[in-house]
């Protein structure tokens, strides 16, 4: 059974850091893109991040683009979401999926929640 398990979301402040954290089984994580997608009531799903099976490329879309870093441990079956500098406007839940374009395979998610 395919499982992902999301971890670190909660409240900060404005500016901000948080790391999530996403543990995978019941696959060959290390042959998989990983992706991490937020989805808010106003704005619907939002891809942030992707990377390769091998953690060495990644992609963001401009919104979050030099504030956070996807990376991936293949020997721990875990991929992370570092996020620097914080706005409201980064209040979602953050879930990881498989895959990239298109997400195979989600966790239940972790809120994040930016406020002062």
């Known amino acids: 059974e395919v499982q992902l398990v999301e971890s670190g979301g909660g409240v900060v402040q404005p500016g901000g850091s948080l790391r999530l954290s996403c543990a995978a089984s019941g696959f060959a994580f290390s042959a998989f893109a990983m992706s991490w997608v937020r989805q808010t009531p106003g704005k619907g799903l939002e891809w942030v991040a992707h990377t390769d099976s091998g953690g060495t490329v990644t992609a963001y879309p401009d919104s979050v683009k030099g504030r956070f870093t996807i990376s991936r441990d293949n020997a721990k079956n875990t991929v992370y979401l570092t996020m620097n500098t914080l706005t409201t406007e980064d209040t979602a839940a953050y879930y990881c999926?498989?895959?990239?374009?298109?997400?195979?395979?989600w966790g239940q998610g972790t809120q994040v929640t930016v406020s002062s």
């Open positions: 999926a498989t895959g990239y374009p298109f997400f195979h395979y």
